[in-house]
């Protein structure tokens, strides 16, 4: 191997012509193949393959393509980029033994990756991962033509967004949502969203304004992750425009960002929150939750004030949806924009997720902006933070030092009173606020998330914390 391929929280991703070649890409797809047909003893084997828009993701698809043909295991392959909720659906839905999906959701433009989809439709476990990795290397790569192999049938090209749209459609209350008169501002952030949106809303009378939604490989030089820093165009065109919401998702919509009319913006715990009240008292559900250990003390404040059963994970999507398949939880959160509705994937969609905020706006006829001062009139309004360092690997063990509980007691005079271990380090201090450490599973970046009852207290805390890893 030319580099070396190591899979984090959700698949494996490289920096182009780097670490994510050709030669690491089949080495990876016969991996895969060799995981499948030692796990899977079916006659025939069906994998569905995607792709973003990301530079080559296409091509690359098309060279997994050829291993996985190559190996006794026949392919759909999407005619066209799709979001990744949409190959996963395809890998539940079509009898597969899996799904592979060629991006690398939200990181730059310089990355691709390879995300690996189980035939119900989650991530793949560490179990899953284990042994993808254990044949990295071990057997030589097979590979057939891409053309030929269609001619063969043994490659089959669809177009999996219909099904996808078609399944959306269930789970949203259109007839609601199409008689609402908003303006709505839409940031695609040059990924696999592109118009689907506008398809769905076709028949709506939603006044709908896009941004950024023709597809880009280099996204326009902005990483495509819908977080407050990346979305600043979205922010002006709200404070100078006559929107109810602002709308965002990353690079293959598995992501959703928000902002208020006034260009606030809502982070994933926050909308999480709202959705959840919403289901509560229109919908009259009451539902069992999860969140990841990152995500906002809000959820917990009214999980608490409904009496709703919660369950708290590691960072990683994956974790929430174990949780789903065991029947635990009907509606998770993790804080990097990842919502997922239990019935309808395990899974984290940003499509669905904009479409469920459009139709509580729909049902409160309100702003987004005036739905979460209600809930902050009722609850407490919370302050939370996210930077993201990047550092030298040399330095990586001096970093896990300094921000280790026996060197950290107090936070800005603030006591800490308990530290929770369950992925990086997050200390609880003596009036409620909180602080975590975490390393990325995908790139050199420590992340340091804060949260208080102050956006003063919040961003010293971030400061404080900066100055103990920089």
Same mark, same amino acid.
């Given at each position: 191997?030319?580099?070396?391929?190591?899979?984090?929280?959700?698949g494996?991703r490289?920096?182009?012509?780097e670490?994510f070649?050709y030669?690491?890409?089949?080495?990876?797809a016969q991996? &895969?193949s060799?995981? +499948?047909?030692? @796990?899977?003893k079916? *006659?025939? #084997?069906?994998?569905?393959i995607?792709?973003?828009?990301?530079f080559?993701?296409k091509?690359?698809?098309?060279l997994?393509?050829?291993?996985?043909?190559?190996?006794g295991i026949?392919?759909?392959?999407?005619?066209?980029?799709?979001?990744?909720?949409a190959l996963?659906?395809?890998?539940?839905?079509?009898?597969?033994?899996g799904?592979i999906?060629?991006?690398?959701?939200?990181?730059?433009?310089?990355?691709?990756?390879?995300?690996?989809?189980t035939?119900?439709?989650?991530?793949?476990d560490?179990?899953v991962t284990?042994?993808?990795?254990?044949?990295l290397?071990?057997n030589?790569?097979?590979?057939?033509d891409?053309?030929?192999?269609?001619?063969?049938?043994i490659?089959?090209?669809?177009d999996?967004?219909?099904?996808?749209i078609?399944? &959306?459609?269930?789970? +949203?209350?259109? @007839?609601?949502?199409? *008689?609402? #008169?908003?303006n709505v501002?839409?940031d695609?952030?040059?990924?696999?969203?592109?118009?689907?949106?506008?398809?769905?809303?076709?028949?709506?009378?939603?006044?709908?304004?896009?941004?950024n939604n023709k597809?880009?490989?280099d996204f326009?030089?902005i990483?495509?992750?819908?977080?407050?820093?990346?979305l600043k165009q979205l922010?002006m065109l709200?404070?100078?425009g006559?929107?109810a919401v602002?709308?965002?998702t990353d690079?293959?919509?598995?992501?959703?960002?928000?902002?208020?009319?006034?260009?606030r913006?809502?982070?994933?715990?926050?909308?999480?929150?709202?959705?959840?009240?919403?289901?509560?008292?229109?919908?009259?559900?009451?539902m069992?939750?999860?969140?990841?250990v990152s995500?906002?003390s809000?959820?917990?404040?009214?999980?608490d004030?409904?009496k +709703?059963?919660m369950y708290?994970?590691?960072?990683?999507?994956?974790?929430l949806?174990?949780?789903?398949?065991?029947?635990?939880?009907?509606?998770?959160?993790e804080?990097?924009?990842?919502?997922?509705?239990?019935?309808?994937l395990?899974?984290?969609?940003?499509?669905?997720?904009?479409?469920?905020t459009?139709?509580?706006?729909?049902a409160?006829?309100?702003?987004?902006?005036?739905?979460?001062c209600?809930a902050?009139?009722?609850?407490?309004?919370f302050?939370?933070?996210?930077?993201?360092?990047?550092y030298?690997?040399?330095?990586?063990?001096?970093?896990?030092?300094?921000?280790?509980?026996?060197k950290?007691?107090?936070?800005l005079?603030n006591?800490?009173k308990?530290?929770?271990?369950?992925d990086g380090?997050?200390?609880?201090l003596?009036d409620?606020?909180?602080?975590?450490?975490?390393f990325?599973?995908?790139?050199?970046?420590?992340?340091?998330?804060?949260e208080?009852?102050?956006?003063?207290?919040?961003s010293?805390?971030?400061?404080?914390?900066?100055?103990?890893?920089?």
């Amino acid at each position: 191997m030319s580099k070396k391929i190591k899979f984090g929280t959700d698949g494996w991703r490289g920096i182009i012509a780097e670490d994510f070649t050709y030669e690491n890409v089949r080495i990876v797809a016969q991996a &895969i193949s060799d995981h +499948i047909n030692y @796990s899977n003893k079916k *006659k025939e #084997k069906i994998a569905v393959i995607g792709y973003d828009t990301r530079f080559m993701s296409k091509n690359y698809a098309q060279l997994i393509s050829e291993v996985i043909a190559a190996n006794g295991i026949k392919v759909i392959f999407s005619k066209e980029f799709i979001p990744t909720p949409a190959l996963s659906l395809a890998a539940k839905r079509r009898s597969t033994v899996g799904g592979i999906m060629v991006t690398a959701s939200h990181n730059p433009a310089n990355f691709n990756g390879i995300k690996f989809k189980t035939n119900l439709g989650t991530s793949a476990d560490a179990k899953v991962t284990k042994s993808i990795e254990s044949f990295l290397g071990k057997n030589l790569i097979k590979k057939i033509d891409y053309s030929l192999a269609v001619k063969k049938r043994i490659i089959k090209e669809l177009d999996l967004c219909k099904e996808y749209i078609k399944h &959306i459609k269930t789970f +949203i209350d259109f @007839s609601l949502i199409n *008689k609402s #008169k908003f303006n709505v501002l839409i940031d695609a952030m040059h990924g696999t969203a592109d118009s689907l949106m506008e398809e769905l809303l076709k028949k709506s009378d939603i006044k709908m304004t896009f941004i950024n939604n023709k597809p880009r490989c280099d996204f326009n030089g902005i990483k495509p992750e819908p977080i407050e820093i990346n979305l600043k165009q979205l922010q002006m065109l709200l404070k100078k425009g006559k929107f109810a919401v602002g709308l965002a998702t990353d690079g293959d919509s598995d992501r959703v960002g928000v902002m208020t009319e006034n260009g606030r913006f809502i982070n994933s715990s926050q909308l999480f929150t709202l959705l959840l009240l919403y289901f509560i008292d229109k919908k009259k559900r009451k539902m069992a939750i999860g969140k990841t250990v990152s995500c906002s003390s809000l959820i917990n404040k009214v999980s608490d004030a409904y009496k +709703i059963k919660m369950y708290e994970t590691p960072i990683g999507f994956k974790y929430l949806a174990d949780l789903i398949l065991e029947n635990k939880i009907d509606f998770a959160c993790e804080e990097s924009g990842g919502i997922g509705l239990a019935k309808y994937l395990p899974e984290r969609d940003g499509i669905l997720a904009q479409l469920l905020t459009l139709e509580m706006m729909a049902a409160y006829k309100k702003t987004i902006g005036q739905i979460m001062c209600d809930a902050e009139g009722k609850f407490g309004k919370f302050y939370y933070k996210r930077v993201d360092v990047k550092y030298p690997a040399d330095k990586r063990k001096e970093i896990i030092s300094n921000v280790s509980p026996l060197k950290i007691k107090k936070i800005l005079n603030n006591k800490v009173k308990r530290v929770l271990e369950t992925d990086g380090l997050k200390y609880f201090l003596e009036d409620g606020s909180w602080l975590l450490f975490r390393f990325s599973g995908t790139e050199p970046i420590l992340r340091i998330y804060a949260e208080s009852n102050s956006n003063i207290k919040t961003s010293k805390m971030i400061k404080s914390a900066l100055r103990k890893v920089i």
